[in-house]
């Protein structure tokens, strides 16, 4: 596929505003809920609060932590998310390789994070709820202009607690193909699912960006490839943005947007096209928060 010049700069452009937007951070917060749950035989889903700053990632609630569903607070601006190693991989492997990715992208150092880790999502400034699937080492990580920061690695030890998947008012699931599915119109205060199937072969994200109404997804994509030089993309101020998911896995995000039109995009890296954004690809869609 022949790549327009203006695409690598809008690129540069698209991802520093989405990493903008997703700063770091990281502070300790109160134990809170799950913490003070009793110990009453439905099990309390562990909670874990998590914030991100310039100094790095705080966790709380990681102690003694068993696989399984978590629910996750997430305080301050930047997104916190996830990930698990497996053997021989860890936190200095990962940020180094996931940081040979920026505007010029290290394919083969990207291509080495995604097959050596289990990423299970996070959120921005909110609460969600995300599995983590076996036991094993994980750490917190953030995505910022500086490039992605990890936190202190902790153990979850198995086997997975049993624990049913919060009520939804819907899903978004990234399917193979690079193609969005699920609900096309969703309430504008709830909660979804985001799936992204084990089929998908790759890591996504959602980011939710209101448009002007009547976009379309080809209208949005013409806008990334028109670059600088073109009108910018016809967004307005809602906005949400979710961790990355790898294939097969799943999270729940509770949101509260403007009702409207949203275009649900990801745009993460792919290795096999340098590194190109997936919504530069056509992973866009757009549905509607009533
Ligand atoms: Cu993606």
């Not at 193979?176 to 996504?204: E, M, T």
């Not at 009702?259 to 056509?282: E, N």
């Given at each position: 596929?022949?790549?327009?010049?203006g695409?690598?700069?809008?690129?540069?452009?698209?991802c520093?505003?989405?990493?903008a937007?997703t700063?770091?951070?990281?502070?300790?917060?109160?134990?809170?809920?799950?913490?003070?749950?009793?110990?009453?035989?439905?099990?309390?889903?562990?909670?874990?609060?998590?914030?991100?700053?310039?100094r790095?990632i705080?966790?709380k609630?990681?102690?003694?932590?068993r696989?399984?569903?978590?629910?996750l607070?997430?305080k301050?601006?930047?997104?916190?998310?996830?990930?698990g190693?497996?053997e021989?991989?860890?936190?200095?492997?990962?940020?180094?390789d996931?940081?040979k990715?920026?505007?010029k992208?290290?394919?083969?150092?990207?291509?080495?994070?995604?097959d050596?880790?289990?990423?299970?999502?996070?959120?921005?400034?909110?609460d969600?709820?995300?599995?983590?699937?076996?036991?094993?080492?994980?750490?917190?990580f953030?995505?910022?202009?500086?490039?992605?920061v990890?936190?202190?690695?902790?153990s979850?030890?198995?086997?997975?607690?049993?624990?049913?998947t919060?009520?939804?008012?819907?899903s978004?699931?990234?399917?193979?193909?690079?193609a969005?599915?699920g609900?096309?119109?969703l309430?504008?205060?709830g909660?979804?699912?985001?799936?992204?199937?084990r089929s998908s072969?790759?890591?996504?994200?959602?980011?939710?960006?209101?448009?002007?109404e009547?976009?379309?997804?080809d209208?949005?994509?013409?806008?990334?490839?028109?670059?600088?030089a073109?009108?910018?993309?016809p967004?307005?101020?809602?906005r949400?943005?979710?961790?990355?998911?790898?294939?097969?896995?799943?999270m729940?995000v509770?949101?509260?947007?403007?009702?409207?039109?949203?275009?649900v995009?990801?745009?993460?890296?792919?290795?096999?096209?340098?590194?190109?954004?997936?919504?530069?690809m056509?992973?866009i869609?757009i549905?509607?928060?009533?």
């Amino acid at each position: 596929m022949h790549v327009p010049t203006g695409l690598r700069r809008a690129v540069a452009i698209v991802c520093a505003t989405a990493l903008a937007s997703t700063p770091v951070l990281l502070a300790p917060t109160t134990a809170g809920a799950s913490g003070a749950a009793t110990a009453s035989a439905p099990a309390a889903m562990p909670h874990l609060t998590a914030k991100a700053t310039k100094r790095g990632i705080n966790v709380k609630g990681t102690d003694g932590l068993r696989a399984g569903r978590v629910h996750l607070t997430v305080k301050g601006s930047a997104t916190v998310e996830f990930v698990g190693f497996d053997e021989g991989y860890g936190p200095d492997e990962f940020v180094a390789d996931v940081n040979k990715c920026g505007e010029k992208c290290n394919v083969k150092a990207l291509r080495r994070a995604i097959d050596n880790t289990t990423i299970i999502g996070g959120t921005t400034a909110g609460d969600a709820t995300i599995v983590f699937p076996k036991a094993g080492t994980y750490a917190p990580f953030s995505v910022g202009e500086r490039g992605v920061v990890v936190g202190r690695s902790f153990s979850v030890s198995g086997p997975p607690r049993q624990s049913k998947t919060p009520r939804v008012d819907g899903s978004i699931i990234a399917k193979k193909g690079l193609a969005w599915g699920g609900a096309s119109s969703l309430p504008a205060d709830g909660r979804f699912l985001f799936k992204n199937r084990r089929s998908s072969g790759v890591p996504h994200f959602v980011e939710m960006q209101q448009v002007v109404e009547g976009t379309t997804a080809d209208q949005v994509l013409e806008s990334f490839q028109a670059g600088p030089a073109g009108p910018p993309p016809p967004f307005l101020e809602g906005r949400l943005l979710t961790g990355s998911l790898s294939a097969g896995q799943s999270m729940t995000v509770d949101y509260d947007l403007p009702p409207g039109h949203y275009a649900v995009m990801c745009f993460f890296p792919d290795p096999d096209m340098k590194g190109m954004p997936h919504a530069f690809m056509g992973m866009i869609r757009i549905i509607e928060l009533t």
